[in-house]
């Protein structure tokens, strides 16, 4: 699987370039299925808000692109599902658009669900991570963000990339989410960290991670 992990979505010419270089054809060619999942798991979201997702409304405009076609993969109806049913959906498109929230439910949902087991068998398809869509596919996510508790405890994400994230660096509306903040979630941590604005994201393609920027990143370990 190919890796746009983003802060605030394709918010950028850099960023766009960078989808459409993963791709390896244009957005127009392409299909997407969006996964509003993480919104439920965060008390700030709302109906309201997975809808601006799905629709392709600000802030992330994911799936207002110019996509061939977009459709809905909403993770908690699939495991009521049979897999023969699922699976070629997901295998059938070109990128999974996957939208923010809250990531420890994400990644609860990916996992009883199935698909994050299907996940290293999708060489080709690109996953389009907006903040916890981001957040989900690395070690831990950090306390800080922590909304909704798993079964089991913790705060690990799926492990599929090597840092952690800590996005929205200095975004208005997050007052709290400083350097200064972020150092502190930093060092709580284990292994590579990273403070991003939402001008940023990270591209990981074979296990090569590079960053693609207009914005602002700090390495805070």
């Known amino acids: 699987?190919?890796?746009l992990l983003t802060s605030g979505g394709v918010t950028n010419a850099s960023i766009r370039s960078a989808l459409v270089n993963l791709l390896g054809k244009p957005i127009e060619e392409c299909a997407a299925l969006c996964i509003p999942t993480a919104q439920y798991g965060h008390p700030w979201c709302t109906p309201e808000s997975a809808w601006r997702f799905i629709s392709g409304h600000p802030p992330s405009h994911m799936t207002g692109l110019g996509w061939k076609s977009v459709g809905?993969?909403?993770l908690l109806a699939l495991p009521g599902m049979d897999?023969?049913?699922w699976v070629p959906w997901v295998r059938g498109t070109d990128v999974l658009l996957v939208d923010g929230g809250d990531a420890l439910y994400l990644a609860h949902w990916l996992r009883e669900s199935g698909l994050a087991d299907l996940l290293p068998s999708l060489p080709d398809t690109v996953w389009v991570g907006v903040s916890a869509g981001s957040m989900v596919m690395t070690p831990q996510i950090g306390r800080e963000f922590v909304q909704w508790t798993p079964p089991g405890g913790g705060d690990e994400g799926l492990g599929l990339v090597d840092f952690s994230?800590?996005?929205h660096l200095n975004v208005e509306m997050l007052p709290w989410n400083t350097l200064e903040n972020a150092g502190k979630?930093?060092?709580r941590l284990t292994g590579p960290c990273y403070a991003v604005d939402?001008?940023?994201?990270?591209q990981v393609?074979?296990?090569v991670?590079?960053?693609i920027s207009e914005g602002e990143w700090t390495q805070l370990r």
């Open 185 to 187: 979630w930093a060092a």
């Open 198 to 202: 939402d001008q940023t994201a990270f």
């Open 72 to 74: 809905v993969l909403e």
């Open 165 to 167: 994230i800590f996005p």
């Open 83 to 85: 897999r023969e049913r």
């Open 205 to 207: 393609v074979g296990g």
């Open 209 to 211: 991670t590079e960053i």
């Open 1 to 3: 699987m190919k890796l």
